[in-house]
């Protein structure tokens, strides 16, 4: 699974510079109007991973079956 979307991504002086974070202080969630729409944002989010775990499923699946 490479898609989380509840925690904005990270650049790397960012992902540094909370290494130091002892507080918690850069922790920010990416937020949303209502909870309905976090709501709907996390289930489209977990809909897209299982679509691409199925995805790779098919590829890893086929792959086998041309060497074989």
Request: a negative charge; glycine letters at 8%; aromatic letters at 8%.
């Amino acid at each position: 699974m490479t898609n989380l979307k509840l925690f904005a991504s990270l650049g790397f002086f960012e992902g540094m510079g909370r290494v130091m974070d002892l507080y918690g202080t850069m922790m920010v969630a990416n937020e949303s109007i209502s909870p309905k729409e976090a709501d709907t944002r996390a289930i489209m989010s977990d809909w897209q991973a299982v679509g691409e775990d199925i995805a790779a499923a098919i590829n890893n699946y086929a792959e086998g079956q041309e060497k074989a």
